[in-house]
């Protein structure tokens, strides 16, 4: 299965990134040269991770008849090193109310388990190029 998605220049550091009909923005801090019209792409990926674990978290109770009530994912992030680059993530779930003692470790386990975890885990191959403009 393949996905596609594409960029758009909005403007300054403001991008719009266009996803199965749906459109988010990106833009940088105002003291990185940006307006802070919407968080950057960094955020957008440690967002990514944390979404992700909240997902599968939520489907791991609905299979399990257990109310997500009380539900939560926060990350923490830090940026460093050279190249430039995420240097560490921390994702926190708050687990619902009702999750029984017993299951606290299966759901960590379905948790930590999500797609892009998983990628991070074992990364994939990324090809960055210059497109090839048709001639006319």
Partial sequence: ?????????????RFAIDIRGHSITVDQPVDAGGTDAAPTPTEL?????????????????????????????????????????????????????????QRRDAFLAVASHCTVHNTLSAPAPVDIRLNTPALA
Avoid at 3 to 13: A, F, I, N, S, Y
């Fill in 45 to 101: 990926f440690v967002a990514g991770l944390a979404s992700c674990v909240a997902f599968y978290a939520r489907r791991y109770l609905a299979r399990h008849g257990i109310s997500a009530e009380g539900l939560g994912v926060s990350a923490d992030f830090e940026i460093g090193g050279q190249p430039t680059r995420v240097t560490g993530i921390q994702v926190l779930i708050d687990p619902p109310h009702d999750l029984p003692p």
């Fill in 1 to 13: 299965m393949t996905d596609h998605l594409t960029v758009r220049h909005l403007g300054g550091d």
